[in-house]
């Protein structure tokens, strides 16, 4: 086979396999996406968990030493706290939907017990539950269909037990 030849045969392969990556593109590009926008969804959420999270455990522990700033009352104190450290996530997360329970206790064994535990922060000594929740709005309609309600929201809810200190 002379030159000429090999280098006609392979021109002819040459234009038979053109389009073929635009092709092979066009099928994984759709399933590659779709990862990666799940990848950036899921790790908003991560965030958004480990920052609640945060937040209430820093709540929660100026709540259980009975701080209270000049002019507030402990429930606005504790609120304020939580507002703040939520508040760094603010183009994400709107601190007007951050919702608090706290229910007190005489110890822990009347935990989740029927009839038992009172609604505040609780006094000297009791053991309080704080739970917070944030309805989390996902971003990518697609993804929202697969992880979210039927709003396409996943609601982020994280749950704290302490022991209040013995303040007077």
Same mark, same amino acid.
């Given at each position: 086979?002379?030159?000429?030849?090999?280098i006609r045969l392979f021109s002819e392969r040459h234009r038979?396999?053109?389009? !073929?990556?635009?092709?092979?593109?066009?099928?994984?590009?759709?399933?590659?996406?779709?990862?990666?926008? $799940?990848? #950036?969804?899921?790790?908003?959420?991560?965030?958004?968990?480990?920052?609640?999270?945060?937040?209430?455990? &820093?709540?929660?522990?100026?709540?259980?030493?009975?701080?209270?700033?000049? $002019?507030?009352?402990?429930?606005?104190?504790v609120i304020g706290v939580l507002d703040t450290e939520l508040g =760094?996530?603010?183009?994400?997360?709107? #601190?007007?939907?951050?919702?608090? !329970?706290?229910?007190?206790? $005489? &110890?822990? =064994?009347?935990? $989740?017990?029927? %009839?038992? %535990?009172?609604? %505040?922060?609780?006094?000297?000594?009791? #053991?309080?539950? @704080?739970?917070?929740? @944030?309805?989390?709005?996902?971003?990518?309609?697609?993804?929202?269909?697969?992880?979210?309600?039927? &709003? %396409?929201?996943?609601?982020?809810? =994280?749950?704290?037990?302490?022991?209040?200190?013995?303040?007077?």
């Open positions: 086979m002379s030159l000429f030849q090999k038979a396999s053109k389009g !073929t990556t635009a092709i092979e593109f066009a099928l994984i590009a759709p399933t590659f996406f779709l990862l990666f926008i $799940g990848l #950036v969804e899921i790790s908003l959420i991560m965030l958004a968990q480990n920052l609640l999270e945060n937040a209430t455990f &820093n709540a929660s522990r100026m709540a259980k030493t009975g701080y209270v700033v000049n $002019g507030e009352t402990q429930m606005q104190t =760094s996530l603010a183009p994400l997360l709107d #601190v007007g939907k951050i919702t608090m !329970t706290s229910t007190a206790y $005489g &110890n822990l =064994s009347q935990i $989740g017990q029927p %009839g038992q %535990g009172t609604t %505040g922060l609780g006094t000297a000594q009791q #053991v309080v539950v @704080y739970t917070v929740s @944030y309805p989390w709005q996902i971003f990518t309609p697609i993804i929202s269909t697969i992880i979210g309600d039927d &709003n %396409g929201i996943i609601t982020l809810t =994280s749950r704290i037990v302490v022991r209040n200190e013995p303040y007077n």
